[in-house]
Structure formats: C-alpha cells, structure tokens
C-alpha cells in the first residue's frame, strides 16, 4: 500500500506531551468534570444567541434528565 503524504515527514511526538498523556492515563475523572465537560460540549453546539450562555447550560442539565 502507497505511504500516505499526511503521515510523511511527521517528526518525533513532543516529550512533554507524552509526559503528560501517560500521567493523565490512570487518572479517574470525577463527576463534577464530568458535568461541565457535557455543559461546554452544548454551549459549543448551541446555536449563537445571545441568551444562550454556559450559566444557562448549566441549569438547563440540572433539570434535563435523559431517559436509559
């Protein structure tokens, strides 16, 4: 299979990220990063409206309960 150009001449992947990346691997995230992870993934995706802030994505996933 021909290499592909995207992956040629990649340099070697930066130390520190590595570093990183492996301390962040057995990290649990908790509930609270969780939630606000959900909040910032909506306020993203929300249409661009001037009524739409984080604080009212915030309450909003307070009250929207999804169905399982």
């Known amino acids: 299979m021909a290499d592909r150009k995207q992956f040629q001449n990649v340099g070697a992947p930066d130390p520190e ?3 990183l990346l492996d301390a962040s691997r057995d990290r649990t995230v908790t509930e609270d990063e969780l ?4 909040v910032s993934f909506a306020f993203g995706n929300a249409p661009a ?3 739409i802030t984080k604080e009212s994505m915030r309450l909003a996933s307070k009250h929207i309960r999804l169905l399982s």
């Not at 939630?35 to 959900?38: D, M, N």
Request: hydrophobic fraction near 30%.
């Open 17 to 19: 990220l590595i570093r």
């Open 35 to 38: 939630r606000e992870q959900r």
């Open 49 to 51: 409206s001037a009524n």
